[in-house]
């Protein structure tokens, strides 16, 4: 069964704007941890190509591989907003959830052995800090759904007055 998005808010990256930066991965590393670590980040910056470069977070995928796959059933979903959660006391680190992601989303922290997995910064009332604190504003969030109709619009306002207009 193919991975889906269609339901939740998840972060999204314009890569047109994002400059690989990282701030995404620090500012996430000291939300959660109180250390600017971006290996301790639960969302990751990635150079696909020479010039072009995206973030990757938890796309809160319907029917989540991830939870699917944990074997001692550590991670749960909330079916109103998607979010995963990680039972600490449950979780063994034995990686299946990192296996399981189609957008390698997931890490095992090197100090506890626990999978970690964005959170949205469900806790915080001004929601994801990479989101906020984006200095190029390629980062937001969203649903599949709203970024295909914004796909969409932009094919249809190129085909009516050209690229770029």
């Known amino acids: 069964m193919p991975t889906s998005t269609s339901k939740y808010q998840y972060i999204a990256n314009d890569p047109q704007k994002c400059v690989g930066c990282q701030l995404c991965e620090y500012i996430c590393s000291y939300t959660k941890t109180d250390a600017f670590n971006s290996l301790r980040s639960r969302i990751r910056t990635v150079r696909v190509a020479e ?25 749960t ?17 034995c990686a299946w959830c990192i296996e399981a992601c189609d957008f390698g989303a997931i890490s095992i922290n090197p100090r506890t052995k626990l999978a970690e997995i ?5 806790d915080l009332e001004d929601g ?12 937001e969030l969203t649903t599949p ?13 190129e085909e009516v007055i050209g690229p770029g207009g």
Not at 118 to 122: A, E, F, H, T
Not at 145 to 157: C, G, N, S
């Open 51 to 75: 010039v072009l470069i995206t973030s990757l977070a938890c796309r809160t995928c319907e029917n989540a591989p991830c939870v699917i796959a944990c074997p001692r059933d550590a991670l």
């Open 77 to 93: 979903q909330n079916p109103d907003t998607g979010i995963i959660r990680v039972d600490d006391g449950r979780c063994d680190g």
């Open 128 to 139: 994801p800090q990479c989101v906020k604190w984006c200095p190029k504003g390629a980062l």
């Open 145 to 157: 759904d709203r970024r295909a109709q914004r796909a969409r619009r932009k094919l249809a306002v």
């Open 118 to 122: 964005c959170d949205l910064c469900q």
